[in-house]
């Protein structure tokens, strides 16, 4: 089981290598590049506390200097393990480098990478999340007057906003936002200087290794830092993913059930990567993206469940669980079904001429017939129900649309319905019966907070415009947290070689 997870969440991180994840104009913040922050830390605390030599610090410089450099140029070593950097420090300048080790070991330092590597993952991944959850809020707003069939057990419910159903899937993914923003914090904690799990007698200067590497706090606890915490952070991001491969893929089924009608009100624009042609049939548009996408938000949710699996009894201080590429594997994957999706979003046709000619071939406008008897004239729901199940019964056996039903049948059916307590003639007008039946009309006199009728719409509308607002400055200010951080340590680590 393990091996297999880990094969397929390194098969992922390869198939995934074009999201461009880290694109930007720095080192690629790997394992190796997180060694070197966390010598350059080292050096620079051990020796300005007065731990180490000051006369030191020229070598350590050249040292950590030499082998990064090194690592940076086409096919140079890039060790991810602390036992295979060390050894590059030691060729490089001997062995008195070595004296940075102490109040270390590659158990906190290899902690304290994967927690930065995958503070890194998620801000890509709330970065993609991001964009996608702000596109349909913007096709919200220009759906928000769109009538359409919404569908509960697979079967036609009641009419809708198109704009109203897409701002609640965007409310799915402004949680997973949230989540993503609540594990942050969690994650955003430097494990440097518990050494393996209960500290060390060498005072390194724990708050002092965060700040330079770009974390908000340390993990408190020296047993959890290495032994527990590494081990459900991978899990925990793990959860997000598989909610946010959950909300693909339901999105992309509510389209696909579109294309095994004749007529459908929603497809995807044809040609590109949107649709392909059968080899045999002449007549089929094959919505390979939608296809697609929906096959590697299974695949995603298998790497986020995967995650826990890989966690699941074993004793502390075990690695099955902490090895950084395949979280990161299963957070690209996460990217690449978000960005997918972004994809579809925009490739969508909707007919809201068919849409509607659907609602009116049915009768997904009945339950407003109770409504309205409840709310205007006090007659129990129930009984009202009743009338209207009634009416749909009658309809489909004479097989009569809503809007053509004749209005001397529905007075008939209410007086043999409603009996006893109740008047028997219908309090209705022929009118009010009509307008109850027009899925425009029902969506545009509702009532409730949080539903589809325009002044709730506008205000959800700004509502979800500024959440996507705040998120994106929430990303680009943890961003800019660790790139000053970092700088921070670069100008103290070059005064090392200065000999200062």
């Known amino acids: 089981m393990k091996f297999s997870i880990c094969t397929l969440a390194a098969a992922l991180a ?28 080292s050096a620079v605390i051990n020796i300005d506390e007065g731990l180490l030599d000051r006369s ?116 799915g993914l402004d949680r997973d936002a949230q989540r993503i923003r609540e594990a942050y914090v969690r994650i955003d904690r430097s494990s440097m200087g518990t050494t393996v799990l209960n500290g060390t007698s060498w005072p390194l200067n724990r708050k002092r290794m965060a700040d330079y590497l770009g974390f908000a706090a340390t ?83 298998t790497l986020g469940i995967g995650a826990a ?58 339950q407003e017939l109770a409504d309205v008897l409840m709310r205007r004239y006090k007659l129990p729901f129930r009984v009202g129900h009743h009338f209207a199940s009634e009416v749909v019964e009658y309809a489909k056996a004479k097989n009569i649309k809503p809007l053509d039903f004749p209005y001397v049948e529905a007075q008939r059916i209410y007086a043999e319905t409603v009996k006893g307590e109740f008047a028997t003639a219908l309090p209705m007008s022929e009118a009010e019966f009509r307008s109850s039946l027009d899925p425009a009309a029902i969506v545009k006199n509702r009532q409730t907070a949080g539903g589809p009728q325009l002044k709730e719409m506008d205000r959800m509308l700004r509502e979800s415009t500024k959440r996507v607002a705040e998120q994106e400055a929430w990303i680009n200010a943890r961003r800019a947290d660790v790139s000053i951080a970092l700088g921070r340590l670069d100008s103290a680590f070059e005064k090392l070689g200065a000999g200062r």
């Open 56 to 171: 030191m610090g020229p070598l350590v410089y050249s040292g950590i200097t030499k082998v990064l450099v090194d690592g940076g140029k086409p096919g140079g070593k890039r060790p991810t393990n602390v036992i295979t950097f060390e050894p590059l420090l030691i060729d490089a300048v001997g062995p008195q480098i070595t004296l940075l080790h102490a109040g270390r070991s590659s158990q906190d330092m290899l902690a304290t990478l994967r927690s930065a590597i995958l503070r890194d993952d998620m801000l890509a991944l709330a970065e993609q999340l991001n964009k996608t959850t702000g596109t349909l809020v913007k096709l919200a707003d220009k759906h928000k007057d769109t009538i359409v069939p919404n569908y509960t057990n697979g079967v036609a419910a009641q009419p809708n906003s198109y704009g109203h159903y897409l701002l609640g899937i965007a409310a």
């Open 14 to 41: 390869l198939s995934f290598t074009a999201l461009q994840v880290h694109a930007q104009t720095r080192p690629a913040r790997d394992e190796f590049f997180w060694l070197g922050e966390i010598n350059k830390a």
């Open 219 to 301: 993990v408190d606890n020296a047993y959890d830092a290495s032994q527990v915490s590494s081990v459900d952070e991978p899990v925990e991001a793990g959860a997000i993913v598989s909610a946010i491969a959950l909300h693909a893929g339901m999105f992309v089924e509510d389209v696909m059930a579109q294309y095994s009608q004749a007529r459908p009100w929603i497809l995807l624009r044809e040609g590109g990567e949107n649709t392909y042609v059968s080899s045999a049939m002449p007549q089929k548009r094959n919505p390979g993206l939608l296809n697609s996408t929906r096959r590697d938000a299974s695949t995603t949710l």
């Open 309 to 366: 699996l890989l966690a699941h009894n074993i004793p502390a201080g075990m690695s099955d669980a902490k090895d950084a590429k395949p979280t990161s594997a299963m957070i690209r994957s996460a990217i690449g079904v978000l960005g997918n999706w972004d994809k579809i979003l925009g490739a969508l046709v909707v007919d809201p001429e068919r849409a509607l000619e659907e609602l009116n071939s049915d009768w997904t406008a009945s």
